[in-house]
Protein backbone atom coordinates (compact mmCIF):
# COMPACT_ATOMS: atom_id res chain seq x y z
CA UNK A 1 0.00 0.00 0.00
CA UNK A 2 1.18 3.38 -0.75
CA UNK A 3 1.23 6.59 1.13
CA UNK A 4 -1.77 8.10 0.29
CA UNK A 5 -3.82 5.00 0.22
CA UNK A 6 -2.50 4.39 3.90
CA UNK A 7 -3.89 8.25 4.55
CA UNK A 8 -7.00 8.08 2.87
CA UNK A 9 -7.79 4.89 5.46
CA UNK A 10 -6.54 6.58 8.26
CA UNK A 11 -8.41 10.00 8.01
CA UNK A 12 -12.15 7.76 7.09
CA UNK A 13 -11.61 5.71 10.36
CA UNK A 14 -10.58 8.86 12.56
CA UNK A 15 -13.66 10.61 10.58
CA UNK A 16 -15.68 7.53 11.48
CA UNK A 17 -14.84 7.72 14.52
CA UNK A 18 -15.47 11.79 15.51
CA UNK A 19 -11.47 13.19 15.23
CA UNK A 20 -11.94 17.23 14.93
CA UNK A 21 -8.95 16.74 12.71
CA UNK A 22 -8.42 13.21 10.48
CA UNK A 23 -6.70 14.77 7.90
CA UNK A 24 -3.79 16.21 10.19
CA UNK A 25 -3.49 13.69 12.74
CA UNK A 26 -3.23 11.21 9.83
CA UNK A 27 -0.41 13.32 8.33
CA UNK A 28 1.14 13.85 11.66
CA UNK A 29 1.09 10.38 12.77
CA UNK A 30 2.78 9.20 9.30
CA UNK A 31 5.97 11.80 9.91
CA UNK A 32 6.23 9.60 13.59
CA UNK A 33 5.47 6.30 11.03
CA UNK A 34 8.47 7.36 8.57
CA UNK A 35 10.34 9.31 10.79
CA UNK A 36 9.96 12.46 8.29
CA UNK A 37 8.61 15.80 7.90
CA UNK A 38 4.83 16.32 6.80
CA UNK A 39 7.06 17.77 3.58
CA UNK A 40 7.90 14.93 2.33
CA UNK A 41 5.11 12.55 2.69
CA UNK A 42 3.21 14.98 0.83
CA UNK A 43 5.81 15.14 -2.06
CA UNK A 44 6.23 10.81 -1.98
CA UNK A 45 2.37 10.12 -1.91
CA UNK A 46 2.71 7.59 -4.30
CA UNK A 47 5.68 5.48 -2.63
CA UNK A 48 5.10 1.71 -0.74
CA UNK A 49 5.70 1.33 2.65
CA UNK A 50 6.88 -1.50 4.36
CA UNK A 51 4.74 -3.88 5.84
CA UNK A 52 6.24 -3.46 9.37
CA UNK A 53 6.02 0.35 8.51
CA UNK A 54 2.35 0.41 7.39
CA UNK A 55 1.19 -1.81 10.58
CA UNK A 56 2.90 0.73 13.02
CA UNK A 57 1.28 3.60 11.41
CA UNK A 58 -2.16 1.39 11.31
CA UNK A 59 -1.50 0.87 15.11
CA UNK A 60 -0.95 4.66 16.22
CA UNK A 61 -4.36 5.69 14.41
CA UNK A 62 -6.25 2.58 16.40
CA UNK A 63 -4.71 4.59 19.54
CA UNK A 64 -5.47 7.89 18.47
CA UNK A 65 -9.21 6.61 17.59
CA UNK A 66 -9.42 5.23 21.67
CA UNK A 67 -8.88 9.50 22.40
CA UNK A 68 -4.79 9.20 22.98
CA UNK A 69 -3.62 12.25 22.48
CA UNK A 70 -0.84 13.56 19.26
CA UNK A 71 1.54 14.55 21.89
CA UNK A 72 1.41 11.24 23.37
CA UNK A 73 1.88 9.37 20.38
CA UNK A 74 4.72 11.65 18.73
CA UNK A 75 6.22 11.92 22.41
CA UNK A 76 6.65 15.49 21.33
CA UNK A 77 4.66 18.95 21.66
CA UNK A 78 5.80 22.25 20.14
CA UNK A 79 5.04 25.28 22.81
CA UNK A 80 6.03 29.08 22.96
CA UNK A 81 9.31 28.71 20.41
CA UNK A 82 10.49 25.30 21.45
CA UNK A 83 9.98 22.03 20.98
CA UNK A 84 9.15 19.53 24.04
CA UNK A 85 9.68 15.69 24.59
CA UNK A 86 6.48 14.76 26.15
CA UNK A 87 6.36 11.21 27.58
CA UNK A 88 2.81 9.67 28.91
CA UNK A 89 1.52 10.95 32.74
CA UNK A 90 2.56 14.50 32.15
CA UNK A 91 0.90 17.18 31.68
CA UNK A 92 0.54 18.39 27.67
CA UNK A 93 1.43 22.28 27.54
CA UNK A 94 -1.32 23.94 26.33
CA UNK A 95 -1.56 27.04 23.95
CA UNK A 96 -3.33 28.99 26.72
CA UNK A 97 -0.59 28.77 28.79
CA UNK A 98 1.96 30.92 26.91
CA UNK A 99 -0.26 33.89 28.17
CA UNK A 100 1.70 33.70 31.14
CA UNK A 101 4.90 33.44 29.23
CA UNK A 102 4.08 36.64 27.75
CA UNK A 103 3.25 38.11 30.97
CA UNK A 104 6.73 37.06 32.48
CA UNK A 105 8.16 38.79 29.50
CA UNK A 106 6.80 42.17 29.94
CA UNK A 107 7.99 42.11 34.01
CA UNK A 108 11.19 41.23 33.28
CA UNK A 109 11.67 43.57 30.30
CA UNK A 110 14.74 45.42 31.73
CA UNK A 111 15.17 42.62 34.52
CA UNK A 112 18.96 40.85 35.04
CA UNK A 113 20.06 38.10 37.13
CA UNK A 114 16.51 37.15 38.11
CA UNK A 115 15.89 33.98 40.68
CA UNK A 116 12.81 32.10 39.09
CA UNK A 117 10.64 29.03 40.75
CA UNK A 118 8.50 26.84 39.05
CA UNK A 119 5.67 25.29 41.04
CA UNK A 120 4.27 22.13 39.43
CA UNK A 121 6.92 22.26 36.86
CA UNK A 122 5.60 19.44 34.57
CA UNK A 123 7.60 19.04 31.06
CA UNK A 124 9.47 22.09 32.32
CA UNK A 125 8.35 23.68 29.32
CA UNK A 126 7.01 27.21 31.32
CA UNK A 127 10.27 27.86 32.94
CA UNK A 128 12.74 26.16 30.19
CA UNK A 129 11.13 28.44 27.61
CA UNK A 130 11.52 31.82 29.49
CA UNK A 131 15.63 30.57 30.17
CA UNK A 132 16.09 30.29 26.74
CA UNK A 133 14.92 33.57 26.30
CA UNK A 134 16.55 35.40 28.98
CA UNK A 135 20.21 34.35 29.16
CA UNK A 136 21.28 35.63 32.68
CA UNK A 137 18.62 34.41 34.49
CA UNK A 138 18.21 30.85 36.86
CA UNK A 139 15.77 28.66 37.40
CA UNK A 140 14.55 25.84 40.11
CA UNK A 141 11.73 23.59 39.32
CA UNK A 142 9.65 21.51 41.72
CA UNK A 143 7.40 18.74 41.36
CA UNK A 144 5.82 15.98 43.31
CA UNK A 145 6.29 13.54 40.24
CA UNK A 146 9.02 11.77 39.86
CA UNK A 147 8.59 11.04 35.80
CA UNK A 148 8.09 15.14 35.65
CA UNK A 149 11.65 15.58 36.95
CA UNK A 150 13.34 13.09 34.70
CA UNK A 151 11.45 14.78 31.66
CA UNK A 152 11.93 18.30 32.72
CA UNK A 153 15.99 17.35 32.99
CA UNK A 154 15.88 15.96 29.71
CA UNK A 155 13.99 18.61 28.18
CA UNK A 156 16.72 21.44 29.53
CA UNK A 157 19.54 18.98 28.18
CA UNK A 158 17.87 18.93 24.55
CA UNK A 159 17.27 23.08 24.77
CA UNK A 160 21.06 23.35 26.32
CA UNK A 161 19.81 24.76 29.89
CA UNK A 162 21.40 22.55 32.29
CA UNK A 163 24.14 24.86 33.51
CA UNK A 164 21.19 27.56 34.47
CA UNK A 165 18.05 25.24 36.08
CA UNK A 166 17.86 22.65 38.62
CA UNK A 167 14.69 20.15 39.47
CA UNK A 168 13.87 19.03 42.64
CA UNK A 169 10.70 16.72 43.57
CA UNK A 170 8.95 17.23 46.30
CA UNK A 171 5.65 18.55 47.87
CA UNK A 172 5.89 22.23 47.54
CA UNK A 173 4.69 21.74 51.46
CA UNK A 174 7.67 20.31 52.14
CA UNK A 175 10.07 22.97 49.85
CA UNK A 176 12.25 25.56 51.28
CA UNK A 177 15.26 26.34 48.91
CA UNK A 178 16.00 29.86 48.86
CA UNK A 179 14.30 33.32 47.93
CA UNK A 180 13.20 33.90 44.45
CA UNK A 181 12.37 37.26 42.37
CA UNK A 182 9.74 35.77 40.50
CA UNK A 183 7.29 32.78 40.76
CA UNK A 184 5.14 31.17 38.05
CA UNK A 185 3.09 28.03 38.42
CA UNK A 186 0.35 26.81 36.66
CA UNK A 187 -1.32 24.37 38.92
CA UNK A 188 -3.90 21.56 38.97
CA UNK A 189 -7.27 23.65 39.14
CA UNK A 190 -10.30 21.53 37.78
CA UNK A 191 -12.99 21.31 40.40
CA UNK A 192 -13.08 17.40 41.12
CA UNK A 193 -16.69 17.03 40.09
CA UNK A 194 -16.15 18.80 36.73
CA UNK A 195 -13.24 16.49 35.38
CA UNK A 196 -15.42 13.93 34.22
CA UNK A 197 -16.83 16.47 31.60
CA UNK A 198 -12.93 16.89 30.22
CA UNK A 199 -12.33 15.64 26.33
CA UNK A 200 -12.19 11.99 26.49
CA UNK A 201 -8.52 12.99 25.03
CA UNK A 202 -7.90 14.38 28.37
CA UNK A 203 -9.59 12.90 31.18
CA UNK A 204 -8.85 9.34 29.60
CA UNK A 205 -4.63 9.74 29.36
CA UNK A 206 -3.64 12.75 31.00
CA UNK A 207 -2.66 12.44 34.53
CA UNK A 208 -5.20 13.12 36.89
CA UNK A 209 -2.31 14.60 39.46
CA UNK A 210 -1.70 17.72 37.45
CA UNK A 211 -5.79 18.05 36.83
CA UNK A 212 -7.40 17.66 40.07
CA UNK A 213 -8.28 20.83 41.75
CA UNK A 214 -10.07 19.37 45.01
CA UNK A 215 -13.64 19.89 45.41
CA UNK A 216 -13.43 23.36 44.57
CA UNK A 217 -10.76 23.72 42.31
CA UNK A 218 -8.48 25.80 44.71
CA UNK A 219 -6.90 23.01 47.03
CA UNK A 220 -3.31 22.90 45.33
CA UNK A 221 -3.73 26.78 44.49
CA UNK A 222 -3.75 27.64 48.52
CA UNK A 223 -1.21 25.55 49.09
CA UNK A 224 1.13 27.26 46.18
CA UNK A 225 -0.01 30.65 47.41
CA UNK A 226 0.86 30.38 50.88
CA UNK A 227 3.92 28.53 50.27
CA UNK A 228 4.85 31.12 47.60
CA UNK A 229 4.54 34.18 49.86
CA UNK A 230 7.37 32.87 52.24
CA UNK A 231 9.48 31.99 49.28
CA UNK A 232 9.52 34.79 47.46
CA UNK A 233 11.61 38.32 48.12
CA UNK A 234 9.77 41.39 48.90
CA UNK A 235 8.43 43.31 45.61
CA UNK A 236 8.74 40.27 43.82
CA UNK A 237 6.39 38.91 41.28
CA UNK A 238 3.94 36.23 41.50
CA UNK A 239 2.46 34.68 37.95
CA UNK A 240 -0.32 32.14 38.61
CA UNK A 241 -2.79 30.54 36.35
CA UNK A 242 -5.70 30.03 37.16
CA UNK A 243 -8.98 28.76 35.67
CA UNK A 244 -11.97 30.65 33.69
CA UNK A 245 -14.00 30.96 36.89
CA UNK A 246 -11.63 32.00 40.16
CA UNK A 247 -10.74 35.10 39.50
CA UNK A 248 -12.26 35.81 42.83
CA UNK A 249 -11.52 33.73 44.84
CA UNK A 250 -7.67 33.74 43.63
CA UNK A 251 -8.09 37.33 44.09
CA UNK A 252 -8.88 37.41 47.72
CA UNK A 253 -6.60 34.45 48.62
CA UNK A 254 -3.92 36.41 47.10
CA UNK A 255 -4.39 39.51 49.37
CA UNK A 256 -5.13 37.70 52.17
CA UNK A 257 -1.60 36.62 51.90
CA UNK A 258 0.50 39.41 51.27
CA UNK A 259 0.41 40.24 47.70
CA UNK A 260 -0.75 42.94 45.71
CA UNK A 261 -2.91 42.27 42.36
CA UNK A 262 -1.32 43.72 39.37
CA UNK A 263 -3.95 42.99 37.24
CA UNK A 264 -5.55 40.02 35.49
CA UNK A 265 -5.07 38.42 32.19
CA UNK A 266 -6.98 37.10 29.53
CA UNK A 267 -5.95 34.66 26.94
CA UNK A 268 -6.97 34.53 23.27
CA UNK A 269 -10.54 33.00 23.90
CA UNK A 270 -11.06 36.62 26.37
CA UNK A 271 -11.15 33.95 29.21
CA UNK A 272 -9.32 35.07 32.70
CA UNK A 273 -6.31 33.10 32.11
CA UNK A 274 -3.71 34.27 34.85
CA UNK A 275 -3.11 36.87 37.82
CA UNK A 276 0.45 38.75 38.22
CA UNK A 277 0.68 39.71 41.60
CA UNK A 278 3.86 41.67 43.98
CA UNK A 279 4.41 40.50 47.02
CA UNK A 280 4.07 43.44 49.91
Request: proline share 2%.
Amino acid sequence: MNIEKALKNAKAILENGGSKSPCLDSEILMSKTLESKREYILLNLKKNLEKKKLNYFEDLISQRLKGKPIAYLTEKKEFWKYEFIIKKNILIPRPDTETLIEEVFKLTKNKSNLRILDIGVGSGCILLSILKEKKNFHGIGVDISKKCISLCKTNAQKLGLTNRVKFFQYDIDNFSNGKYDLIISNPPYIKKHCLKYLEKDVIGFEPKLALNGGLDGLSEIRKIVLKSSELIKKKGKFVLEINFDQRKEVKNLLERNGFYINKIVQDLAKNDRCVVSTKI
